[in-house]
């Protein structure tokens, strides 16, 4: 079986599986995203007929288009027989350590993009209840609570079933995702961290630091309603202390310093130490909250109160989903119009040029803005923000092939051709092109490189995606505005320099296997 | 003679430009005295022509009315427009002796000082410019004159004839030293202060009230509001002398002098207003009768604007004034983000702090050794102040919107407890009703829906919408889903708010998508009523609830259309002239207390009733995080203030300053003062 045939095999158990996946309704990993595709809200609301196949229209459209890949591919890939240049610049990559383990990486970095939600989700992978199995990751329908014998009213929360199953113990389980978060729009509940006591100073469970800040202390016969609020410092009382009664309404106010009681305001008298005996006190963490194995917030949570790994993941997703298309459409854009205003020449290339030298005058950020405000941010999604940036990226391309068009046509083997008798389209698709795009390769890497940087930076401006794409972007500004809880910063630059970094290595080896001579000196 | 031509040439042509070059644009002089004295005897005529046409039409229809509501309504307003007539023309200029006899004089002396006698006079406060974008216009009306920055130059600053005790909420002397109410409830008259001065060393006398009216009246202002304002809620003004004058209400009124009151309008400086009044007067600093002027260096256009005292302010010594308005120059910077303003008040460059919504810098951010160590202070503050009415707006130009089920369901499905529990860190409570800080006149006893998805989909039922779709968002038969856009301005703050809305309206079956925009974008949008829902709050000023023109049906669409008329208040665009409109109409035309609680009362129930917005969060407290130099009085502030620096009673000390700066330098510490001043709480139950 050779090479291109082995792809248009792959390529044809991905279709296979995502229409079975529609047929059945099914969620399957990655496969989904073929009939993911809705129109906004303007144009359905003018064509609700059209709207309703619009999924599966598109979805099929982009499975045609695969699909007559695969014929292609199938049908020239009979007598498929690499190229000795091919192999040998593919030698020449894997020679070269540090690139091509940065490829391996790279490679284990999209393929673990793939699992989508049996990684990271919030619904569960398997639910067993009373006796009936449940797969909720994998299908398309919501399940609401009562089926999981809960309230009927709400939707299923399988963090709370998975708790309540493990109270109860009756045999039922359910199985999450190793990161039990959606990716946007997932809080976590108020975390109570208990203060314990030792020897009158008080001190975060698990901690030896004494515990500095404020902590509220809730009636033990009812849970939620708070008694007391103090400011601590160096674990002791000091400062002010607000204690409530039964409606919550402020009704006492103390004045502490180290420890001792200073100063008592109330209307009625209160013992305020035999009190605070009997207090347990907490405090609460809000967001965003620090990295925590046992919250299954393995690197903390955002100022919203988002999962952070979650959002890494996802936003990983988007940028590689976001450089396949960018690449795509650039590189097809780009050569299309290289090749043929350096091929024809004349009218051709004289157009070309002057499009390209508006285009490049146009600002690129006001565009963005501009395209953004008049769809509405929640329709901006990734395609249009891609198709603004190809707009503009696809002139540096077209200008690499126009040169290369020029010089491969005035080669001899070009001439030869014709004499021979070949048409214009036989020259191009046969000797020109093959020539040219081996040089496209080497541009590929740093072209990626370009959109993740954009799209980050698009979306730390705020221009970007809307808040429903997890987005890199906007982790990083809310990061800065958060500087005192680096693990927000830190995670995503330290996502974002890796990637950029094992991209650049790759581009580098690249542009060194490609090299024509052995050792190139730079001058 | 004829070589030297072309460099001669050349340097006429160079000189001839430059001395056409300008710093600024130069208009043309205008003199608006003619033009004004032919518009007083115009609008004279127009309006005592058009008050006399209504009255003509009411008689008629009261001659063919049945009800019994309405024919008092029609009796009622009959004998409002007889005594417009019978006061006379709008304009009316006459001699002092014309003055009425038996007038009862009357002033206030008698409440306390605002502000505290420690107050040191002198220093520069450095503050940073509110809403974080540099005001469009130093103007107080015409286009962009009502923007964030106004209060810190206009409401706050400039002196009108009364004003009110910022504590006791009575009315106190300002321009004028004493007035008298007729006994019509509906006309004042005031005596001008003989020491009252502009800033520019003038008198202020009777013409400078009315080239305010003129102003307000005249057709060279963008908005209709004041137009319409001025034109129905006033019969007129009568000027006697230069030092005497009356203003006359259309309807008589309790606290009567202090919706006479009027802030004057230089007529020397307004001589120039006339068509281009927009522009020519765009960045011109006004004389003032106020404690600050603007003076022209000081304006640097998107970079800072700072406010100067005037040194020989005609009121410095005057009961009331003397303690206030203590530094010696307010710096308002531009600084466009928060995070970066609170960085450089932690290095001192700002002086105040101010924590009024956003809790995590109260009780996160401001957890810092500056605090510890004492060189920065923090004060809790309760207030007694209308509660800003953040909530989101239901429009009901939308279709889906109009449906009364539809916004039950909304309200059961916005999720309000969880904002306050998490991003406020459980500091507010619910609001309730719209207009909440009124004392006697909020109606504490309207609880609003709770967050319930059961209900919300009980509601959705009713309305139709019985489907969940593949994301579980309620749809009806027709496909229609609940999905709607909440617009607003955006900020860190608000993001993280009506993202957490979304994320719990989505288990409630409802779809929220988040357009947020650019301060200016917003309130064009919102303006226009191009929003579906907006999330919004207004300003709202004491003494008295405010309805009308949020809610009448006369500002909710264009005359004689279904098109949602536009620069109205009414951003529900909802009309319901049967129930809606008699009530806003009493309420605006009560002339007792009694009358305007109990409006008020019905109004806030309809409100609720019909579901028409959900209401939000309220504080009542206002925190401030300031360095030890700036000095407040012993209660902190005054009851009616929604910030910490509106009534300028703070004054900097600059011994302790320079003390501090020096503390710093030498690690010496002073003890935490973290204070909380809840003397003029208002207890729960809305009793003050």
Redesign the interface.
């Given at each position: 079986m050779t090479f291109p045939r082995k792809i248009s095999l792959a390529l044809l158990a991905i279709i296979a599986l995502a229409i079975v996946g529609r047929i059945w309704s099914l969620e399957l990993p990655s496969v989904r995203w073929f009939f993911s595709f809705e129109l906004t809200?303007t144009i359905s609301a003018k064509w609700?007929e059209f709207?309703?196949i619009y999924r599966n229209l598109f979805g099929g459209f982009l499975l045609s288009v695969m699909f007559v890949a695969v014929v292609i591919l199938w049908i020239t890939g009979k007598n498929f027989e690499w190229n000795p240049m091919t192999l040998r610049r593919v030698k020449r990559f894997r020679s070269l350590k540090r690139g091509y383990r940065s490829f391996l990486l790279l490679l284990g970095l999209v393929a673990l993009t793939l699992p989508d939600q049996c990684l990271v989700g919030r619904k569960a992978l398997i639910v067993k209840y009373e006796d009936q199995w449940f797969f909720p990751a994998f299908v398309?329908k919501?399940y609401q609570d009562d089926t999981f014998g809960g309230d009927p009213?709400?939707?299923a929360n399988y963090r709370s079933i998975r708790d309540r199953f493990r109270l109860e113990n009756e045999g039922n389980f359910v199985v999450m995702p190793l990161v039990p978060w959606d990716m946007t729009?997932?809080?976590d509940e108020?975390e109570k961290v208990e203060l314990v006591k030792r020897d009158g100073v008080f001190y975060e469970t698990g901690s030896n630091k004494t515990y500095?800040?404020?902590s509220t202390a809730y009636d033990p016969a009812a849970p939620d309603r708070k008694v007391r609020e103090v400011?601590l410092?160096d674990g002791k009382f000091?400062?002010?202390t607000?204690i409530y009664n039964a409606?919550g309404?402020?009704i006492a106010?103390e004045t502490w310093n180290a420890g001792s009681l200073v100063e008592l305001e109330a209307d009625s008298p209160i013992d305020s130490v035999i009190a605070v005996k009997g207090l347990t006190f907490f405090a609460?963490k809000?967001?965003p909250t620090s990295p925590s194995w046992e919250r299954h917030h393995f690197l903390g949570t955002d100022?919203?109160?988002w999962d952070l790994f979650a959002q890494l993941y996802g936003g990983l997703q988007v940028v590689c989903k976001a450089s396949f298309l960018y690449v795509v459409l650039t590189f097809f854009i780009g050569i299309v119009v290289g090749l043929s205003s350096g091929y024809f020449g004349g009218l051709v290339d004289l157009i070309a040029q002057r499009v390209i030298e508006i285009l490049s005058n146009m600002p690129f950020l006001f565009i963005v803005m501009i395209i953004a405000?008049r769809l509405?941010?929640?329709n901006v999604s990734i395609m249009t923000i891609i198709a603004v940036l190809c707009i503009f990226s696809w002139i540096g391309i077209s200008t690499y092939k126009r040169t290369a068009a020029f010089k491969e046509k005035a080669r001899d083997y070009v001439a030869a051709a014709r004499v021979l008798g070949a048409g214009t389209p036989r020259i191009l698709f046969r000797h020109i092109l093959p020539n040219v795009l081996s040089t496209s390769i080497t541009l590929v890497p740093f072209s990626v490189t370009a959109v993740a940087t954009s799209l980050t930076a698009l979306d730390f401006i705020?221009f970007g995606l809307?808040?429903r794409y997890p987005s890199w972007g906007t982790l990083l500004a809310d990061g800065?505005?958060n500087l005192?809880s680096p693990w927000i910063v830190t995670s995503v630059f330290a996502i974002l320099v890796t990637l950029l970094l094992l991209i650049t290595f790759v581009g580098e080896a690249i542009r060194e296997a490609f090299d024509p001579k052995k050792f190139t000196t730079y001058q | 003679m004829m070589r030297f031509f072309p460099r001669l040439l050349c340097a006429c042509v160079a000189g001839l430009l430059l001395l056409g070059c300008d710093s600024g644009e130069t208009f043309p002089t205008y003199d608006n005295t003619e033009e004004r004295a032919a518009f007083y005897e115009r609008y004279n005529k127009t309006s005592t022509d058009d008050a006399r046409k209504n009255l003509d039409k009411l008689n008629n229809d009261l001659t063919t009315a049945t009800d019994e509501m309405q024919r008092a309504d029609m009796q009622r307003r009959i004998k409002l427009l007889e005594k417009r007539l019978a006061d006379g023309p709008y304009f009316q200029q006459k001699e002092e002796s014309a003055l009425p006899a038996n007038l009862q004089w009357t002033t206030n002396l008698d409440d306390a000082e605002i502000g505290s006698p420690n107050a040191k006079k002198g220093g520069t406060y450095k503050a940073f410019i509110p809403g974080m974008a540099y005001p469009p216009t130093l103007r107080c009306v015409g286009k962009g004159g009502n923007n964030n920055f106004r209060s810190y130059h206009w409401n706050n600053i400039e002196l009108g004839l009364v004003g009110a005790h910022p504590n006791t909420g009575n009315t106190i002397p300002s321009i004028a030293d004493r007035w008298a109410v007729a006994e019509d409830m509906q006309t004042v008259y005031f005596h001008i202060d003989d020491r009252a001065k502009w800033s520019d060393g003038d008198e202020v006398v009777t013409d400078d009230f009315f080239m305010a009216f003129y102003v307000y009246l005249s057709p060279y202002l963008t908005e209709q509001f004041y137009r319409t304002y001025y034109g129905e809620q006033f019969n007129g003004i009568t000027t006697y002398g230069k030092d005497y004058l009356a203003i006359r209400l259309a309807n008589p009124k309790p606290k009567t002098a202090f919706f006479a009151n009027q802030v004057p309008f230089q007529a020397k400086f307004y001589k120039a207003f006339g068509p281009d009044f927009e522009e020519r007067y765009n960045w011109l600093p006004r004389p003032t009768t106020g404690a600050y002027k603007i003076l022209p260096e000081d304006i640097k256009k998107g970079r800072s604007i700072t406010l100067s005292r005037v040194k020989d302010w005609w009121a410095k010594d005057l009961k009331y004034f003397r303690y206030i308005y203590n530094p010696d120059r307010i710096e308002y910077k531009l600084i466009r983000e928060r995070e970066k303003i609170f960085v450089l008040f932690k290095r001192g460059e700002i002086d105040v702090f101010p924590v009024i919504n956003d809790m995590k810098y109260w009780y996160e951010k401001t957890e810092i050794p500056e605090v510890f160590n004492g060189y920065i202070e923090k004060a809790t503050f309760y207030n007694d102040y209308p509660r800003a009415p953040f909530g989101l707006y239901y429009n009901q130009a939308n279709p889906q919107l109009a449906n009364l089920d539809v916004r039950i369901a909304l309200q059961h499905a916005t999720h309000w407890d969880r904002v306050i529990k998490f991003d406020m860190r459980g500091d507010s409570s619910r609001l309730n009703i719209l207009n909440d800080g009124f004392g006697r006149f909020s109606n504490s006893k309207i609880i609003t829906r709770p967050f319930s998805p059961k209900l919300a989909a009980e509601a959705f039922a009713r309305a139709g919408y019985t489907k969940k779709d593949s994301k579980g968002i309620w749809t009806n038969d027709e496909g229609q889903k609940i999905s709607f856009t909440i617009s607003y301005t955006k900020s860190p703050f608000i993001d993280q708010i009506v993202q957490r809305l979304k994320e719990e309206a989505l288990k409630a079956g409802v779809e929220y998508k988040l357009e947020g925009q650019d301060g200016t974008a917003n309130y064009q949008m919102v303006a226009q009523k191009k929003h579906q829902i907006a999330f919004s709050a207004w300003g709202i000023t004491p003494p008295f609830p405010d309805y009308y023109e949020f809610f009448h049906s006369k500002e909710a669409y264009e005359p004689g259309t279904k098109t949602p008329r536009s620069m109205t208040n009414n951003i529900f665009t909802y009309a319901d002239p049967a129930v809606m409109d008699p009530l806003l109409e009493a309420n605006r035309n009560a002339t007792t207390e009694d009358e305007i609680q109990q409006t008020s009362y019905a109004i806030e129930e309809k409100i609720h009733n019909e579901a028409l917005w959900s209401p939000g969060w309220k504080k009542d407290t206002y925190r401030s995080a300031h360095w030890r130099w700036i000095q407040w009085p012993d209660d902190f502030n005054v009851k009616i203030s929604d910030e910490p620096e509106m009534s300028y009673v703070f004054w900097i000390d600059e011994d302790l300053k320079k003390e501090t700066l020096e503390a710093m330098r030498e690690q010496k510490t002073f003890p935490e003062v973290n204070r909380v001043y809840d003397k003029y709480r208002v207890k729960t139950g809305g009793e003050p």
């Amino acid at each position: 079986m050779t090479f291109p045939r082995k792809i248009s095999l792959a390529l044809l158990a991905i279709i296979a599986l995502a229409i079975v996946g529609r047929i059945w309704s099914l969620e399957l990993p990655s496969v989904r995203w073929f009939f993911s595709f809705e129109l906004t809200e303007t144009i359905s609301a003018k064509w609700p007929e059209f709207a309703k196949i619009y999924r599966n229209l598109f979805g099929g459209f982009l499975l045609s288009v695969m699909f007559v890949a695969v014929v292609i591919l199938w049908i020239t890939g009979k007598n498929f027989e690499w190229n000795p240049m091919t192999l040998r610049r593919v030698k020449r990559f894997r020679s070269l350590k540090r690139g091509y383990r940065s490829f391996l990486l790279l490679l284990g970095l999209v393929a673990l993009t793939l699992p989508d939600q049996c990684l990271v989700g919030r619904k569960a992978l398997i639910v067993k209840y009373e006796d009936q199995w449940f797969f909720p990751a994998f299908v398309s329908k919501n399940y609401q609570d009562d089926t999981f014998g809960g309230d009927p009213d709400l939707g299923a929360n399988y963090r709370s079933i998975r708790d309540r199953f493990r109270l109860e113990n009756e045999g039922n389980f359910v199985v999450m995702p190793l990161v039990p978060w959606d990716m946007t729009f997932d809080t976590d509940e108020l975390e109570k961290v208990e203060l314990v006591k030792r020897d009158g100073v008080f001190y975060e469970t698990g901690s030896n630091k004494t515990y500095e800040g404020l902590s509220t202390a809730y009636d033990p016969a009812a849970p939620d309603r708070k008694v007391r609020e103090v400011t601590l410092r160096d674990g002791k009382f000091q400062g002010l202390t607000t204690i409530y009664n039964a409606e919550g309404d402020p009704i006492a106010k103390e004045t502490w310093n180290a420890g001792s009681l200073v100063e008592l305001e109330a209307d009625s008298p209160i013992d305020s130490v035999i009190a605070v005996k009997g207090l347990t006190f907490f405090a609460l963490k809000y967001p965003p909250t620090s990295p925590s194995w046992e919250r299954h917030h393995f690197l903390g949570t955002d100022s919203r109160g988002w999962d952070l790994f979650a959002q890494l993941y996802g936003g990983l997703q988007v940028v590689c989903k976001a450089s396949f298309l960018y690449v795509v459409l650039t590189f097809f854009i780009g050569i299309v119009v290289g090749l043929s205003s350096g091929y024809f020449g004349g009218l051709v290339d004289l157009i070309a040029q002057r499009v390209i030298e508006i285009l490049s005058n146009m600002p690129f950020l006001f565009i963005v803005m501009i395209i953004a405000s008049r769809l509405g941010r929640e329709n901006v999604s990734i395609m249009t923000i891609i198709a603004v940036l190809c707009i503009f990226s696809w002139i540096g391309i077209s200008t690499y092939k126009r040169t290369a068009a020029f010089k491969e046509k005035a080669r001899d083997y070009v001439a030869a051709a014709r004499v021979l008798g070949a048409g214009t389209p036989r020259i191009l698709f046969r000797h020109i092109l093959p020539n040219v795009l081996s040089t496209s390769i080497t541009l590929v890497p740093f072209s990626v490189t370009a959109v993740a940087t954009s799209l980050t930076a698009l979306d730390f401006i705020g221009f970007g995606l809307p808040d429903r794409y997890p987005s890199w972007g906007t982790l990083l500004a809310d990061g800065l505005a958060n500087l005192e809880s680096p693990w927000i910063v830190t995670s995503v630059f330290a996502i974002l320099v890796t990637l950029l970094l094992l991209i650049t290595f790759v581009g580098e080896a690249i542009r060194e296997a490609f090299d024509p001579k052995k050792f190139t000196t730079y001058q | 003679m004829m070589r030297f031509f072309p460099r001669l040439l050349c340097a006429c042509v160079a000189g001839l430009l430059l001395l056409g070059c300008d710093s600024g644009e130069t208009f043309p002089t205008y003199d608006n005295t003619e033009e004004r004295a032919a518009f007083y005897e115009r609008y004279n005529k127009t309006s005592t022509d058009d008050a006399r046409k209504n009255l003509d039409k009411l008689n008629n229809d009261l001659t063919t009315a049945t009800d019994e509501m309405q024919r008092a309504d029609m009796q009622r307003r009959i004998k409002l427009l007889e005594k417009r007539l019978a006061d006379g023309p709008y304009f009316q200029q006459k001699e002092e002796s014309a003055l009425p006899a038996n007038l009862q004089w009357t002033t206030n002396l008698d409440d306390a000082e605002i502000g505290s006698p420690n107050a040191k006079k002198g220093g520069t406060y450095k503050a940073f410019i509110p809403g974080m974008a540099y005001p469009p216009t130093l103007r107080c009306v015409g286009k962009g004159g009502n923007n964030n920055f106004r209060s810190y130059h206009w409401n706050n600053i400039e002196l009108g004839l009364v004003g009110a005790h910022p504590n006791t909420g009575n009315t106190i002397p300002s321009i004028a030293d004493r007035w008298a109410v007729a006994e019509d409830m509906q006309t004042v008259y005031f005596h001008i202060d003989d020491r009252a001065k502009w800033s520019d060393g003038d008198e202020v006398v009777t013409d400078d009230f009315f080239m305010a009216f003129y102003v307000y009246l005249s057709p060279y202002l963008t908005e209709q509001f004041y137009r319409t304002y001025y034109g129905e809620q006033f019969n007129g003004i009568t000027t006697y002398g230069k030092d005497y004058l009356a203003i006359r209400l259309a309807n008589p009124k309790p606290k009567t002098a202090f919706f006479a009151n009027q802030v004057p309008f230089q007529a020397k400086f307004y001589k120039a207003f006339g068509p281009d009044f927009e522009e020519r007067y765009n960045w011109l600093p006004r004389p003032t009768t106020g404690a600050y002027k603007i003076l022209p260096e000081d304006i640097k256009k998107g970079r800072s604007i700072t406010l100067s005292r005037v040194k020989d302010w005609w009121a410095k010594d005057l009961k009331y004034f003397r303690y206030i308005y203590n530094p010696d120059r307010i710096e308002y910077k531009l600084i466009r983000e928060r995070e970066k303003i609170f960085v450089l008040f932690k290095r001192g460059e700002i002086d105040v702090f101010p924590v009024i919504n956003d809790m995590k810098y109260w009780y996160e951010k401001t957890e810092i050794p500056e605090v510890f160590n004492g060189y920065i202070e923090k004060a809790t503050f309760y207030n007694d102040y209308p509660r800003a009415p953040f909530g989101l707006y239901y429009n009901q130009a939308n279709p889906q919107l109009a449906n009364l089920d539809v916004r039950i369901a909304l309200q059961h499905a916005t999720h309000w407890d969880r904002v306050i529990k998490f991003d406020m860190r459980g500091d507010s409570s619910r609001l309730n009703i719209l207009n909440d800080g009124f004392g006697r006149f909020s109606n504490s006893k309207i609880i609003t829906r709770p967050f319930s998805p059961k209900l919300a989909a009980e509601a959705f039922a009713r309305a139709g919408y019985t489907k969940k779709d593949s994301k579980g968002i309620w749809t009806n038969d027709e496909g229609q889903k609940i999905s709607f856009t909440i617009s607003y301005t955006k900020s860190p703050f608000i993001d993280q708010i009506v993202q957490r809305l979304k994320e719990e309206a989505l288990k409630a079956g409802v779809e929220y998508k988040l357009e947020g925009q650019d301060g200016t974008a917003n309130y064009q949008m919102v303006a226009q009523k191009k929003h579906q829902i907006a999330f919004s709050a207004w300003g709202i000023t004491p003494p008295f609830p405010d309805y009308y023109e949020f809610f009448h049906s006369k500002e909710a669409y264009e005359p004689g259309t279904k098109t949602p008329r536009s620069m109205t208040n009414n951003i529900f665009t909802y009309a319901d002239p049967a129930v809606m409109d008699p009530l806003l109409e009493a309420n605006r035309n009560a002339t007792t207390e009694d009358e305007i609680q109990q409006t008020s009362y019905a109004i806030e129930e309809k409100i609720h009733n019909e579901a028409l917005w959900s209401p939000g969060w309220k504080k009542d407290t206002y925190r401030s995080a300031h360095w030890r130099w700036i000095q407040w009085p012993d209660d902190f502030n005054v009851k009616i203030s929604d910030e910490p620096e509106m009534s300028y009673v703070f004054w900097i000390d600059e011994d302790l300053k320079k003390e501090t700066l020096e503390a710093m330098r030498e690690q010496k510490t002073f003890p935490e003062v973290n204070r909380v001043y809840d003397k003029y709480r208002v207890k729960t139950g809305g009793e003050p």
